[in-house]
């Protein structure tokens, strides 16, 4: 019977934390393990990722409002210091950290003969690991996993690897599960799409794991639950909540987008503060334009709430932009603004936005029409305004490379090509190239053969 649950309340884009795992500037951390020595953890791009897990669970555990921050906390930073602190409770030392190179060098399947069997990734994390995991989610808990990506007998690669928090599944009828997970190398607007997915059939044979983990295209070889004790983190929250505070969801506009053209747009920010936005009252809160501040390149540079978003909730903005009456690429960004107090939370996504001139369309037409087949001809092919029926000049391409003009004869060749008639025997079809005429200003035109029957 297909089983779902999820931890109640627990929300990966509002729950987890606004930043993502990224510190350019940071040094690895590297830990004495006996009996493999100093052995690197992460790496100096992307190295927190349990310690942000850990500090996710302390805070949801806690009861506490989540962090506000909204981007990466400075180095010695109170916030910095107690990731770090928790990224190193995390790899729960020396056992976990063993733990990790008794996976990464175990192969993913089950080795030896009866009487000796090895258990492979797969085994151990369909019968051991997930039955831990369920029972977490089962009894309303995050479940921290440590995901196990390489297989190699180099600690020095142990940094390959990446934390994660499971607080969903779904089982279905046919044994896939589905696990739901905060990853925190995942931008906020993705946040909740996060996931993996495996057969739980055959534990004992290798078991592909799908997922969009954020860890490129490194593979997912196995999972476990790895070692938690919880930490207060009351001294990481503000004495008073940030009054104002805001990061964006998703949306955006169309592109591309023609000269002037007024097309509707639709942004999601949600509300990371303590206080109301309203759009009423001498200081009401606002979408603002940015990129540059304040800017009318779309017709506009402000856009009401559209009702009373209280913290912890989204408010989607749906509003009319006007596009530029020149073309070229323009940048379409917003944030929030509390009209007379201050600008506050995270920008949109800076995304750019091409406007492209209004192309016109043609006619095509071939002569000598119906062209003979499997013979060299000299053809014309010719083009005309779709409205006015004027003659136009423009190149013929011939399956996407340069063959002639318009209105100018060239030879060419329509082969035959031999195919299947569905009864046993063949047949032979006409098979012409890909035509296309371009002019400026206009829209491709394609090109119709006519040809001889056989």
Not at 7 to 19: D, E, I, K, Q, Y
Not at 42 to 66: E, K, Q
Not at 88 to 101: C, N, Q, T
Not at 324 to 352: C, K, L
């Amino acid at each position: 019977m297909a089983r779902h649950n999820a931890v109640p309340g627990f929300r990966a884009s509002l729950n987890g934390l606004h930043f993502t795992n990224s510190w350019p500037s940071e040094p690895d951390v590297v830990v004495d393990v006996r009996p493999l020595g100093k052995v690197a953890i992460g790496d100096a791009s992307n190295g927190l990722c349990g310690g942000m897990a850990y500090t996710v669970i302390d805070v949801f555990t806690a009861g506490l409002p989540p962090i506000p921050d909204t981007t990466n906390p400075a180095q010695g930073s109170p916030l910095f210091n107690y990731l770090v602190s928790r990224l190193m409770a995390s790899f729960d030392i020396p056992g976990g950290v063993l733990k990790y190179y008794d996976w990464m060098t175990t192969p993913d399947h089950d080795t030896g003969v009866w009487f000796a069997i090895r258990r492979g990734v797969a085994w151990h994390t369909i019968m051991e690991e997930w039955p831990r995991v369920q029972a977490d989610i089962d009894a309303g808990m995050l479940s921290p996993l440590g995901l196990v990506t390489v297989e190699t007998t180099d600690p020095t690669m142990m940094g390959h690897n990446h934390q994660v928090l499971a607080y969903g599944y779904d089982l279905g009828d046919d044994n896939r599960l589905t696990l739901h997970l905060y990853d925190p190398n995942t931008a906020p607007p993705d946040a909740d799409g996060v996931f993996l997915s495996l057969d739980l059939s055959n534990p004992t044979h290798t078991t592909p794991i799908t997922h969009n983990v954020g860890i490129g295209k490194l593979p997912i070889r196995g999972f476990f639950r790895t070692t938690y004790t919880f930490s207060n983190p009351a001294s990481l929250e503000p004495v008073t909540p940030l009054p104002s505070n805001a990061i964006f969801v998703g949306g955006g506009v169309g592109s591309p987008l023609t000269p002037g053209q007024t097309v509707q747009a639709s942004l999601t920010m949600q509300n990371l503060g303590g206080t109301t936005w309203t759009a009423g009252g001498p200081n009401p809160f606002r979408l603002g334009s940015q990129d540059p501040q304040d800017n009318f390149t779309w017709g506009r540079n402000r856009v009401d709430v559209p009702q009373p978003v209280v913290p912890g909730d989204e408010a989607t903005f749906t509003f009319a932009v006007t596009a530029p009456s020149a073309p070229g690429t323009y940048h379409f960004q917003w944030r929030m603004v509390q009209e007379g107090v201050t600008w506050f939370g995270g920008q949109t996504i800076d995304q750019p936005v091409v406007v492209a001139p209004i192309l016109r369309q043609m006619t095509t037409a071939v002569s000598p029409s119906p062209v003979p087949v499997n013979q060299l001809v000299m053809v014309t092919v010719s083009a005309a305004d779709a409205q006015s029926g004027a003659a136009l000049s423009g190149t013929v391409l011939l399956d996407n490379v340069a063959h002639g003009t318009t209105a100018t004869a060239f030879s060419m060749r329509i082969p035959l090509q031999r195919v299947s008639d569905g009864k046993g025997g063949w047949d032979w079809v006409p098979n012409p190239p890909k035509g296309t005429v371009t002019v400026p200003g206009y829209q491709p035109g394609s090109i119709d053969w006519p040809v001889t029957s056989l």
